[in-house]
């Protein structure tokens, strides 16, 4: 198995969404204020080459996206700007890695905002996992009200709602498998949305966090930061403090979609947490993994 960092362009927003000010409503609105651009930030996509068929964790973004500079949406015209050419979008670049369409059987979408659903099109003939809850707040008129863009979305998308079963992993009370050998699974990560969900790959003892947006970086996700865009400021705390706690057990190596270093970090297996001393500290050859799956 292995787990390839497909960079799908770059986005740029207001810092108050990456790290959020105040608090509530103020929280939220405050990406609208703040007159601070992030640097640019990558928009990475995952490919697990899994034994049972590749497994994609979010399609990255569409250079669709060059044209929302005339969007009516307020969010998408004047907060938000994008990078990306064509032969950056997911369909070419992993036919690069010798990947074609077929080959990947399963996509799971972690959430359906833009830079993460702008590759669906390259996926005809995947099955496509959503949350139930993330598919019913994103489409329609109220969806594209939202700031998602449902009227994107390829003609022939219809997602497999991703049910969890009660099965622990970790802190995390529900998980689903995405593998029959169950060492790839789903779990729920409410907070940038009411629905997001990661993706975890067991890999021996270390475990690679698949993360989509529950931070925007590794220092948030440890000081347990909220953003600007959560809904519900208690639910993302709850699963930042539940990711830390993973990553204090277990090897882990957490990997947001837009981290700058998340590419770096899973070439090298750089460890979060209290294992940050890296894959030969001896706290980390002394750890099982007693998971359940
Ligand atoms: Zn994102």
């Known amino acids: ?3 390839h960092a497909i960079q799908t362009g770059l986005v740029r927003t207001k810092a108050a969404q990456i790290e959020g000010r105040g608090r509530g409503l103020l929280r939220q609105l405050a990406i609208f204020t703040d007159q601070n651009w992030t640097e640019w930030l990558p928009i990475y996509a995952w490919v697990i080459d899994h034994p049972e068929g590749v497994i994609v964790v979010d399609t990255g973004q569409g250079s669709y996206l060059l044209e929302m500079g005339k969007s009516l949406h307020p969010y998408m015209r004047w907060e938000a700007a994008f990078k990306i050419e064509r032969e950056q979008e997911i369909g070419p670049q992993l036919r690069g890695l010798g990947i074609t369409a077929r080959d990947v059987k399963k996509v799971v979408l972690t959430h359906l905002h833009v830079d993460h659903d702008g590759g669906l099109a390259h996926f005809p003939s995947s099955k496509i996992f959503v949350a139930r809850g993330e598919l019913q707040v994103s489409k329609g008129f109220m969806g594209r009200v939202r700031g998602y863009l449902p009227n994107r979305w390829p003609s022939w998308f219809d997602p497999a709602p991703l049910d969890f079963a009660a099965e622990p992993f970790g802190p995390f009370a529900m998980s689903r498998r995405l593998t029959e050998a169950g ?3 789903a779990i729920a990560t409410p907070g940038h ?3 997001h969900v990661s993706v975890v790959v067991r890999d021996g003892d270390t475990i690679f966090f698949l993360a989509g947006d529950t931070s925007y970086n590794e220092q948030l996700m440890l000081a347990g930061r909220v953003d600007g865009i959560s809904p519900d400021e208690h639910i993302s705390i709850a699963t930042l403090h539940n ?3 993973l990553a204090e057990r277990y090897p882990t190596v957490y990997l947001p979609t837009h981290d700058p270093n998340s590419g770096a970090r899973l070439a090298s ?4 947490g209290k294992f940050a001393g890296g894959e030969g500290s001896p706290i ?3 750890t099982k993994l007693t998971l359940a799956t």
């Not at 297996?269 to 979060?272: C, H, K, V």
């Open 243 to 245: 990711i830390k706690r």
């Open 269 to 272: 297996r750089r460890l979060a």
């Open 183 to 185: 060492d790839v699974l």
């Open 284 to 286: 980390v050859r002394a």
């Open 193 to 195: 949305t009411a629905d």
């Open 1 to 3: 198995m292995q787990i």
